[in-house]
């Protein structure tokens, strides 16, 4: 293989070496399988295909300096793949077999995972889906779970570069009592028109609202919201929005340095109130937000003057990669070492 260019890797897909597969069958899963194929054969007539049963996780994994490489939380990854799946009514993926999956799939491919300090990682997704054939609405008799990885860059272009968001009223990611707490595919086919037209508009994704209301922050693309005022970390609580295993974190990591946290729910005009502002999530890391536009009511909120992150947001950023990476001691005992 010729090395990559680590340094510049985008948040895409590169092929690897190998994936781990595992089928439940018969009321049962079977043992991990190691495929080097990046495709899967499947009946035409799967619930997954059809009606969407299906669910994935994302994390990652990251070289230390140490030349050890480290995973960041991925028990909170199979708890939550167990809750989406539950959300679904899929067969739940045991969490011990998640965890010997994914030590599989990462040793297996250590030679993707980007070296300490290019600012890459190994990102790893597992997928679980409606395997078996139905044609009527009810979920599968049989699900397939795989995991593959792929190193991947920075998902908001520049990493820790401030990037604009667009307030999106006209479109909803989930309903209140919807699946939007799961981490199911069809959260994102629902949401692809609003970040398209984010995008298309120069805006690196897009800001939802509480659907009922439209007087809430939600969250931002794939990635949840947080602002900084008077040295209290705020993040909204809502019914609709996936639980961020980073976000979770920086409630952590802020109350250690001395910060306060707040998990409410966040008006939109609050907006106006921060003085640095956010999105965080495993693909985004922290990017963080320089304006957010909110066309209906002609308003502009602007951060980070100066273009540069705010002096807490960059605190927490480097105190969260510190420990992702083994810079820092892991207190938290949030990182486990392959
Ligand atoms: N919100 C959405 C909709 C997401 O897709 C993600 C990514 O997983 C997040 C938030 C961030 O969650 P986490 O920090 O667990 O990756
Ligand atoms: C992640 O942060 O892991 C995500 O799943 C975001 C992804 C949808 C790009």
Excluded at 111 to 135: K, T, W
Excluded at 314 to 329: H, R, S, V, W
Aim: net charge neutral; with cysteine; hydrophobic share 40%.
């Amino acid at each position: 293989m010729e090395a990559p260019d680590w340094k510049n890797l985008p948040f895409g897909y590169m092929k690897t070496d190998y994936n781990v597969r595992c089928h439940y069958r018969n009321g049962k899963w079977g043992e991990l399988e190691i495929s080097s194929s990046e495709y899967i054969d499947i009946h035409i007539a799967a619930t997954g295909l059809h009606y969407g049963q299906e669910a994935f996780e994302g994390l990652k994994a990251y070289m230390g300096k140490d030349g050890r490489v480290r995973l960041f939380r991925w028990e909170e990854n199979a708890k939550r793949l167990i809750l989406s799946a539950g959300g679904i009514i899929m067969a739940p993926f045991p969490y011990e077999l998640f965890r010997e999956a994914l030590y599989k799939v990462v040793e297996l491919n250590r030679r993707f995972v980007p070296p300490y300090g290019s600012g890459a990682s190994l990102y790893i997704r597992p997928l679980l889906y409606g395997s078996g054939a139905e044609v009527g609405v009810k979920p599968a008799s049989e699900y397939t779970f795989l995991v593959f990885v792929t190193p991947v860059g920075p998902y908001f272009k520049g990493g820790v570069k401030p990037v604009d968001m667009l307030i999106c009223r006209d479109i909803d990611r989930a309903a209140p009592k919807g699946t939007g707490i799961y981490k199911v595919g069809g959260n994102y086919a629902a949401s692809m028109r609003a970040i398209i037209a984010a995008r298309d508009g120069g805006y690196a994704n897009t800001i939802f609202l509480d659907a009922r209301e439209k007087k809430y922050i939600d969250e931002c693309g794939p990635a949840n919201f947080f602002g900084i005022r008077d040295n209290t970390y705020v993040t909204p609580k809502s019914e609709s929005i996936l639980n961020s295993i980073t976000n979770m974190s920086l409630l952590d990591i802020a109350a250690s340095l001395g910060m306060k946290t707040e998990r409410r729910q966040v008006p939109v005009e609050e907006l106006g109130m921060f003085e640095e502002a956010g999105a965080c999530g495993t693909a985004a890391v922290i990017s963080p937000i320089r304006k957010i536009v909110d066309p209906e009511n002609n308003i502009i909120y602007e951060y980070c003057r100066d273009g540069q992150p705010g002096p807490l947001t960059m605190k927490l950023y480097n105190k969260l990669t510190a420990l992702q990476c083994g810079d820092e001691e892991d207190t938290f005992g949030w990182v486990s070492i392959l």
